[in-house]
């Protein structure tokens, strides 16, 4: 390999290694490619003094400027922290009404209103707060106890059947079951309640309607209107609580159902709680 041997065909030298008659170019690395090189080289070894590099038996170097991401993230959860003390402060004093009315407030309760709900709501009324069966939607306009942000404070602070001594509270009889009504009465006041979304026409003519008037109207009102103060659901609004049709109707008036609710007061902050309440109301269907 001692002299030069030059490829006939491209006219570059070779490296003299030859296999089965295919020769090797003798290409060297560009001259730029070479220089990077040996600055990555550089920059390494500047940034092993610079930054924390290499680990010890039990410890590491620190480099000269003394860089720690941890310390970096605790600065930044303190400077956080201290932004939303100001804004902690000024929720604890405010009204709900005062939140929805600033506008720096409001953007913070609904924020964290938002995350709150996540943590603590959304296993009975799901995570686009749209409910099920038995726990409302509140994203509509129809509101079981009321649907103004104090009022949904309220709700959220004492809870619904909670244990709470203020909790919201009442109690549809067991028509069916405690033989207020015979089976058949309670088929017929099924088939007005019904009618009242579906048809209320054909409503006013069914034998149900004296029955309703008699045990019904007191609780969900005139016609079916339902009744905020006494939690008793608007019946004309084709809206159920309970969905499923005429056999939950049924069932709800043989058995009675009563959604529970925990009270909130006791396990949130009063802070959290308003942020829930403005944070609930605004989901769209807030009076
Ligand atoms: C254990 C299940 C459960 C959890 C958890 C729960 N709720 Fe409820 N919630 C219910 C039920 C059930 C009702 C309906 C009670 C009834 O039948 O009157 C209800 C009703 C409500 C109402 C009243 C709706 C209306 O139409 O008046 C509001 C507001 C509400 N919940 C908000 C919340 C918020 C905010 C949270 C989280 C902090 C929460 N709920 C957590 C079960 C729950
Ligand atoms: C003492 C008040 C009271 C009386 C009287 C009463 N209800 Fe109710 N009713 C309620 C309450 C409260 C609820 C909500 C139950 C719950 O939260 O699960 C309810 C729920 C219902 C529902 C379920 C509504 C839905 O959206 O799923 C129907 C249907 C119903 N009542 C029909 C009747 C009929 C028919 C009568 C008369 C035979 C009657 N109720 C009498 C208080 C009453």
Redesign the pocket.
Known sequence: MSEKKIDEVSGMETTGHDWDGIGELNSPLPRWWVWTYYLTILWAIGYWIAMPAWPLVSDYTRGMLGYSQRAQLSDQIAAVKAGQAELIARTAKASVADIKGNAELLEFALAGGRSAYAVNCVQCHGSGASGAS?YPNLNDDDW?WGGTVEQIQATIQYGIRSEHDETRA????A?GRDEI?NPQQVDE??DY?MALSQNPDLAKTLPGKA??KE??V???GAGGMGNQE????K?SDG????EGGKPV?VD??TNS???MMPAWVNRLDAVTVKQLAVYVHSLGGGK
Request: proline letters at 6%; one cysteine or more.
């Open positions: 038995g079981l009442n109690e549809m009889p028509f009504l006041v099924s309640v029955l309703y045990y019904c007191d609780c969900h006494l939690g008793a659901p019946l809206i159920w609580l309970h109707v709800v008036i159902r009563s959604g």
